[in-house]
């Protein structure tokens, strides 16, 4: 994390590099008994355990990290943090990771990176690694664990509150890390942490996103560090989702640009970033350096580097009287040019020098022959997260930038990020945030110990955002998407004021960056132009993930086959013990069909529907979604839901319904069962379960909220064994014996509590086959028990299972539709031929107003009939065409309608199809002609109830 102004503190005894070399031989926080090897652009290098693959860059003299992406000019690094928006690299080993920032890239041994043109390169082979995710709840969650971070945790810690502290650093400190001052308390805090059970401390884990009722999320890097040494059984990143009852956010500050000419050259670095280098890695990034600031934190990185050996030209600063700090700086023997600033460089592959004049003047230019220039034009608190909370920003005309301002959730902001840039005050607002935290939910905070700091003043900055240069000289505002001053001046010259509208016609803050350094230096360059006031033009939306992550992690597990749920039912292990074969149903191994020795797919199923059709078969009909609709207006709710009448529906009764869209469309249909007068079961199709869910709770919550009823999905709460064919009732009679299952006891479309088996079941007596028909239902637990018991029961009668396959055949030969197949959003209940299933009674229900439309009345909408091929051996594929003529006409050929669902029928002899064909009901009867390979094939139109129109097998 990043931070502003510093306390006064004695000049440090920096040892100073060797020659040929940018590492100082002692210092930095790198492990130099770990030497490591890595490759950058196919050379290679040697750095440390510790280093960033930036830092070690730095160290071997790279300098050139990259390319722009538009204009292709050398780009350098350019910060020591994740708001990198130059050095974006490849990691092309141990696996390819694209667009990541060089200074978030820890080393390690083997590396291989190569410099990036603004664009990355996704990985051909599948990823080998494992991802993972974990839920959290925790009384604090504090975000950033430099100073305010660590003061937040250790005034919450030892209070029994659960307390999680993340930081996106393999170590805490934040920019203590980079001045390296109070390490020994950071080390202490830490230890005292460590030793609280209630405290977890996530290192490299970044805080992404946050949402509703504190639900915040995280990625934890876990091995990408350790390279090709990582544990195979440990995953490479894992998402954190975190549910806090109070959050702190001690996020910090990003260091910010200015635009001046040619601003974009290889050295140009932001000063605290040199100064982290120097601190943290025992790096100096440039022998001769110029420092252009606009306030003092710029001060102490020329100090700390001039102490280092670097040779420090001048400090330029564009304010008249810069104070105490420029008389700290001339003590040292470094000139300051107040009033001055940085109008342009030179330079190819590299900053070569720096030209400065008075500010705002073009006379009495000085140039200074340097290979680094050090900027500050102020500090940017990272308030991501607070905004994506829902929190206001406003802008500081004191601090010259935008600060949190008013939250609607538990989240209070401390440090640099809520625009506390003096340690002082950051530890002091980090220690208070953190006890009032945890002293809201009942806790005792306790009085945490904190180092020694004297409290200063926080000098504001010179509010300056653009600097006037030579003519034609770039003036970069957004670098990672090579945006200038005047793109932007093009963009307030078409009129555009709004921060969204110039950030999307220029693309400043569109990059992978999110304009880290650049947003706020971009609204103030769109504020100068027409001369209005920054304050007013605000900040754009900051949206989640703040910084890149990767697919992978989000997805975790669920790749490869893992990608979408497996469900499996309660007798899906009786299923492969017994040979079945499955379909994917929805989420759902259902079996397809079960072949024995020597059979095919269409012998089995041949075989299997003979047996429902002449003796018993029984499936498992677990998959089918089922809902529990409870409350005094249930039965008012159903009506408005279903085209027919629910509410007059009898205790014990079951009665058959079809929901449709506003448009009058069909969109799922199944059965309604009530159990009470205030309570219902729903059962829908299998994969529609979740979508008549979601569809019933979004008319409930946003439409109808005055309806007193509750749904509850029951799918899994129940095990479902349809038990089919003529012997069904003589099967399940000798399995319960208590349960009354003549014709006139136990009619068709009723339901009763009974005992099967010794088993607690609720039977219903439904037939989705057109035979008769029972479908059992009990708990999963009893599942395998109820179905072995109905096996030897049956056996007498031949009892057979079947899979999906039969099912589809047996319900096609009744002209029973599957929707979502004979259906395909197109379709009312009235082209089904269900107008039945429509009430002519009900005021009101969803898609009744459609009906009256002059497009569902059409004469030539196409309707569901079956198809009879001539040849009763043809069998027509699904979703041919019919054409009405013998020979096809020259195109554009004009189609009738198409094969729904096509079948072999044991019970029928031959084949036959489901179609949608236009007048279909009118052209019953009448040979069309169907296109199966190179010839046309004539076909029947025919009623859609091939067997048993009566319905006598179905209801005797």
């Known amino acids: 994390m990043a931070r502003g102004h510093e306390a006064a503190r004695p000049e440090p005894a920096t040892p100073r590099p060797r020659p040929g070399t940018r590492r100082s031989p002692t210092g930095g926080r790198i492990h130099r008994q770990e030497p490591l090897t890595f490759t950058f652009d196919g050379k290679q290098y040697q750095g440390y355990r510790g280093d960033t693959l930036a830092s070690a860059l730095l160290a071997n003299g790279v300098i050139q990290a990259g390319t722009s992406i538009k204009l292709g000019r050398p780009r350098g690094i350019f910060s020591a943090g994740v708001e990198e928006p130059n050095a974006v690299v490849q990691i092309e080993a141990p696996f390819p990771e694209p667009m990541l920032p060089a200074p978030a890239v820890e080393l390690y041994d083997g590396l291989v990176a190569s410099s990036l043109p603004g664009q990355g390169r996704l990985a051909t082979e599948p990823d080998p690694a494992r991802y993972d995710a974990l839920h959290a709840h925790c009384d604090l969650l504090v975000v950033g664990a430099g100073p305010a971070g660590l003061a937040a945790a250790a005034a919450a810690a030892d209070s029994g509150a659960r307390v999680i502290l993340a930081d996106d650093q393999p170590e805490a400190g934040g920019s203590l890390l980079g001045t390296g001052e109070h390490l020994d308390w950071v080390a202490e805090t830490r230890a005292r942490l460590d030793r609280d059970p209630e405290v977890r401390v996530l290192r490299r884990t970044t805080v992404f996103g946050y949402y509703d009722d504190n639900h915040l999320l995280a990625v934890e890097r876990r091995t990408n560090h350790l390279g090709a040494d990582a544990p195979q059984n440990v995953a490479r990143e894992r ?34 970033s040199a100064r982290t280098y120097l601190h943290r890695y025992a790096v100096v990034p440039g022998r001769h350096a110029v420092v252009f600031t606009t306030n003092d934190s710029a001060y102490p990185a020329a100090l700390d580097l001039a102490a280092a050996g670097v040779g420090i030209a001048a400090i330029v600063d564009t304010r008249p009287e810069p104070g105490e700090w420029a008389e700290r ?71 010259g930038t935008f600060v949190p301002d008013s939250g609607r959730q538990a989240v209070e902001v401390a440090g640099s990020a ?26 005792t905070a306790r009085t945490p110990v904190l180092p020694a700091v004297t409290a200063r003043p926080y000098t504001p900055p010179m509010q300056v955002f653009t600097v006037p240069g030579a003519s034609g000289a770039p003036r970069f505002v957004d670098l990672q998407r090579d945006v200038t001053v005047d793109d932007l001046a093009r963009a307030t010259g078409a009129g555009l004021r709004s921060v969204e509208h110039t950030k999307r016609y220029t693309t400043a803050g569109t990059g992978g960056d999110q304009g880290r350094t650049a947003g706020v230096l971009a609204r103030g360059v769109v504020a100068e132009l027409p001369g209005v006031d920054v304050s ?6 900051f949206r989640p993930p703040y910084p890149p992550v990767s697919f992978a992690a989000l997805a975790g597990r669920h790749r490869g086959v893992l990608s979408d749920p497996i469900r499996t039912t309660a007798l899906h292990e009786w299923h492969v013990e017994h040979g079945a074969l499955f379909e994917n149903v929805g989420q759902w191994k259902r079996p397809w069909y079960y072949p024995r020795d020597g059979e095919d797919m269409q012998s089995a199923v041949l075989r299997e529907c003979r047996a429902a059709r002449e003796n018993v078969a029984f499936m498992d009909a677990s ?105 069904s009732r003589e099967v399940l009679g000798s399995l319960a014996p208590g349960l009354a299952v003549a014709n006139d006891a136990f009619p068709f479309m009723a339901w009763r509590e009974a005992t099967v088996a010794g088993i607690e079941a609720r039977v219903c007596r439904i037939s989705f086959s057109g035979e008769l028909a029972y479908e059992i239902n009990v708990s999963p637990w009893e599942a395998v028990a109820l179905w072995e018991a109905l096996y030897e029961a049956g056996a007498p009668y031949g009892i057979t299972p079947y899979g999906t396959e ?61 198809l009879l091929p001539e040849d009763p051996a043809l069998f027509l594929p699904e979703g041919t065409h019919l054409v009405a003529d013998s020979e096809l006409p020259a195109p554009p050929v004009p189609m009738l309608g198409h094969v729904t669902s096509s079948y072999r029928s044991a019970a029928l002899g031959r084949t036959f199809a489901l179609a949608l064909i236009k007048g279909g009901r009118e052209r019953i009867g009448e040979r069309l002609y169907a296109p199966v390979g190179d010839r046309l094939v004539p076909v029947t139109v025919a009623s859609p109830v091939l067997y048993d129109p009566e319905g006598a097998r179905r209801d005797g």
């Open 329 to 399: 700086a001339r003590a040292a023997g470094i000139q300051v040019l107040a009033g001055h600033a940085v109008t342009g460089t030179e330079g190819n592959e590299r900053l070569t020098a720096v030209t400065v004049a008075p500010f705002g003047e073009s006379a009495g230019q000085h140039q200074f022959a340097v290979d680094l220039l050090l900027v500050s034009g102020g500090w940017n608190p990272v308030a991501h997260l607070f905004s994506q909370s829902g929190g206001t920003l406003r802008h500081d005309d004191t601090l």
């Open 239 to 272: 998402v954190w989702r975190i549910r806090a009852r109070r959050v702190v956010l001690a996020t910090g500050a990003h260091e910010r640009s200015l635009a001046f000419g040619d601003n974009d050259r290889p050295g140009v670095m932001l000063a605290s």
């Open 623 to 727: 998959t089918l979604g089922k809902i529990d609709v409870q409350g005094p207006d249930a039965g008012v709710f159903l009506d408005r839901l279903y085209t027919n009448m629910m509410s007059t529906l009898k205790v014990g009764m079951i009665r058959y319904g079809v929901m449709c869209r506003l448009d009058g469309m069909v969109f799922d249909d199944g059965t309604v069962i009530r159990l009470a007068p205030d309570r219902f079961l729903v059962t829908t199709t299998t994969g529609n379960a979740a979508t008549v869910l979601d569809w019933m709770e979004e008319w409930l919550q946003t439409e109808w909220p005055e309806l007193k009823v509750h749904c509850t999905s029951v799918t899994e709460q129940w095990a479902t064994v349809a038990l089919v064919g003529p012997k």
């Open 536 to 541: 007013a033009l605000g900040l754009p939306t």
């Open 806 to 866: 039969t099912m589809h055949v047996l319900r096609a030969e009744k002209g029973y539709p599957i929707v979502g197949q004979d259906t395909d959003g197109t379709v009312t209940p009235q082209d089904l031929g269900m107008s039945w299933v429509v009430s002519k009674k009900k005021r009101d229900f969803i898609g009744k107003r459609s009906y009256a439309r002059a497009d569902t009345l059409r004469p030539d909408r196409k309707h569901l009939v079956a």
């Open 418 to 443: 809520n625009g506390a840039f003096d340690l002082a005050t950051a530890l002091a607002q980090g220690a208070a945030a953190g006890a009032r935290a945890v002293e809201a939910q009942g806790y």
